[in-house]
């Protein structure tokens, strides 16, 4: 088939309900860049959503799961242990943000891992309901898909959702009106609602802490718009589960392995979680996730009652242990900061010198976004121009946002590409 019919064909045969942020075919990756059947070389400020962390096809990754292909690729959890599924809670265990975190389950997807979290929190408080952030994704099958409260196309039509699950606002200073309105323009100092509030209403209103059993949380909100929570807000929350026995759960799966600077983005905030989800980074494109709890939490499930098929699959782990590795022999982290304070910098410059076009600039390591002011389309014309610019960057949230998911180990000539890039397309729509 000709390579021009190629798309063609995609377009035919697979679900329209797919969206999609380009038309071209990709063909290959390598480190900060993919390329296309077309020939295009493409600078890559997605990571496949924040999946491919250390670029695309990592020497070390790949061999690690090269090598496994040719021992053993399916053993299947519910069998036995495989190898790698343990060197991978070996490589994990030290890097978790509190000691307690010791206990591991994996799954394949983010979503699953979710549902996983929510078993683990109905299981071990006998409570049936969980909270969740308005803004919040956690992901696309029926439970996460009704703990899903970032846009509702994600769930529009496909009701009934699981039930039991609240919203309560999530603190997002930039769309804060009672603080716009207060002095007249957009004031982070000043943020309206007491969300704290809004929660304990919440708990008195509409679920009982007795019918609780957790709230979830993302430390940085992913497809809500990066927004990093604020630390007083995540403080009263643990307060909050503390008094009522409920769990705080964290979903690092955006966040999470590195993205923010930290190696999950709950050690920016003084707060101990009960279950973290983790998945994307984890294995840098092999499909992986799990939740990760203290064993007293664990332990109440009766064996059988966790597992699937493809869980916790060996060259999926073996690529994980490999990820680990790399962040540590390669210093990862400390690329993160760099780069990041580069491309904030860049972002406060734009502005500050683009004020009628940028609204908000925010975001922790190099999960950055920035948010235009709004009804104007700024957002996809500039990711247009970046396109064209052969340079693919995300929107996020409901409002008028792009976000910026750099590999964590670009270099910074790439770096000063790609900014380069987004600040001339700036420029060009703000003309
Ligand atoms: N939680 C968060 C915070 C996410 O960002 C995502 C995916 N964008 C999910 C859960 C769902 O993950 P998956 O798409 O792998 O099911």
Known sequence: MSLSKLAEFGTRHVARGIGRLMTEVIESGSGSYVTTTSGRKMLDFTCGIGVANLGHCHPAVTKAAQAQVGKIVHAQVNIAF???YLELVQSLIPLMPHKSLDTFFFWNSGSEAVEA???LARHATKKPNVIVMQGSYHGRTFGAMAMTRSKTIYGENYSPLMPGVFAVP???????????????????????????????????RETAP??????????VLGEGGYVPVVPAYLKRVREICDKHNILLVVDEVQSGFGRTGKMF??????????????????????????????KELMDKQPPGSMGGTYAGNAVSCAAGVAVVKAFEDEKILDNV?????????????????????????RGLGLMLAV????????GSKVQAKCLEKDLLILTTSIYDTLRFIPPLNISKEDMDKGCAIIRQAIEEVAA
């Open 170 to 204: 999530f603190p997002y200073c930039a769309q804060c009106s009672i603080a716009k309105r207060s002095d007249g323009k957009y004031n982070a100092e000043n943020c309206c609602m007491d969300p704290v509030e809004q929660l304990e209403l919440l708990l008195k």
């Open 210 to 219: 007795s019918d609780t059993a957790a709230i979830f949380i993302e430390p």
């Open 82 to 84: 495989q190898k790698p």
């Open 337 to 361: 900061s760099v780069r990041g304070k580069e491309m904030m910098d860049m972002l406060k410059g734009a502005k500050s010198d683009f004020p009628h076009v940028i609204h908000d600039v």
């Open 371 to 378: 948010e235009f002011a709004g009804g104007k389309g700024f």
């Open 117 to 119: 979290a929510v078993k």
């Open 265 to 294: 983005a709950i050690e920016h905030y003084d707060v101990v979680p009960d279950i973290m989800v983790i998945a994307k980074g984890i294995a840098n494109g092999f499909p992986l996730s799990g939740i990760v709890s203290r």
